[in-house]
């Protein structure tokens, strides 16, 4: 940040510090090094830079200005409140019914790992829209006043998408994460998690070489 601010008060364009600092950073392993300062200063701020920087930035470039008023008119006028929905339920529904008909009346099958509930979830993030969203809504209503409007509509209907798919798919989630420690679980520590033994999948056949041969249980011929 400081190097990005003493650029821009030099006059010189400020994404020259993000390539300067990209030059100077080594990009190879040492053999000490479990990964490289490139890699290391890339992890460290991958959160920020997807979290911050980039939504603000495409905010300002996209000349989204938020204001009260024009959050207030998203669930008051009809034109926002259509974006909103279509964000939310039109792309949602439309998704989710395409591949419930595909996997109903084609040779497409859902993958049996997953469950309608994931489909669902994943339906719902495709309700995030912005530059795609953002340019339709100049096109369909060419008003400075409604276009306002529809910026915001955009921005509440992505933000509702995604924290509605976030819930859903976080929920989801904990239903894998326990089916996967199910999998796991291996109480008697004999190497076969104990779901397999329970449910008879681990086979009814002898575990030794012992009982395999049951000529081997009696005593050798006397002469």
Known sequence: MAIWALMYNSGVHATVAGVAMGLILRTTRERDEKASPASLVA??????SAAVAVPLFALFAAGVSISGRALGAVFTSPEPLGVVIGLVL????GIFAGTYLAARFTRAQLNPDLAWADVLGLSMLAGIGFTVALLIGELAFPGAAVQEHVKAAVLVGSLTAALLAALLLRRRNAVY???YEQEKLDEDADGVPDIYQRDGLSGSGPTSPTAADPAENHDSPRG
Request: charged residues 25%; glycine residues 8%.
């Open 90 to 93: 039109g792309k949602t529904l």
């Open 43 to 48: 992890h460290l701020l991958h959160p920020f």
């Open 177 to 179: 994460r326990r089916l």
